[in-house]
């Protein structure tokens, strides 16, 4: 099983524009319109099934929300903070 992180491994790892919600790490982007945020949806729900970890992803008007944790290891891992990583570089692209 994935080792969670502690405190302090969670506050120095974080993605800029990520925050901690409990045992959740969480950040809400936003665009210009409903479908360019379907699209980034989608974006990430292909990278999250190629990692095989599946966040929480709430798509609303011109946002969307991207909720990360490790259920089975019962907090956040450093699996979460390396998916977080790789939707910023795709948001960034």
């Not at 302090?8 to 800029?16: G, Q, R």
């Not at 936003?30 to 099934?49: N, P, T």
């Not at 992803?57 to 956040?76: C, M, N, Q």
């Amino acid at each position: 099983m994935t080792e969670t992180l502690s405190d302090e491994e969670i506050e120095v790892s974080l993605p800029d524009n990520w925050e901690r919600d409990g045992e959740e790490i969480v950040r809400t982007y936003e665009f210009d319109g409903y479908l360019d945020g379907v699209g980034f949806a989608a974006g990430i729900g292909g990278i999250a099934q190629s990692a095989f970890h599946h966040p929480e992803i709430t798509i609303g008007w011109r946002e969307v929300e991207v909720r990360l944790t490790t259920h089975d290891a019962g907090g956040i891992t450093e699996q979460d903070i390396d998916l977080a990583e790789q939707f910023e570089a795709l948001r960034e692209s």
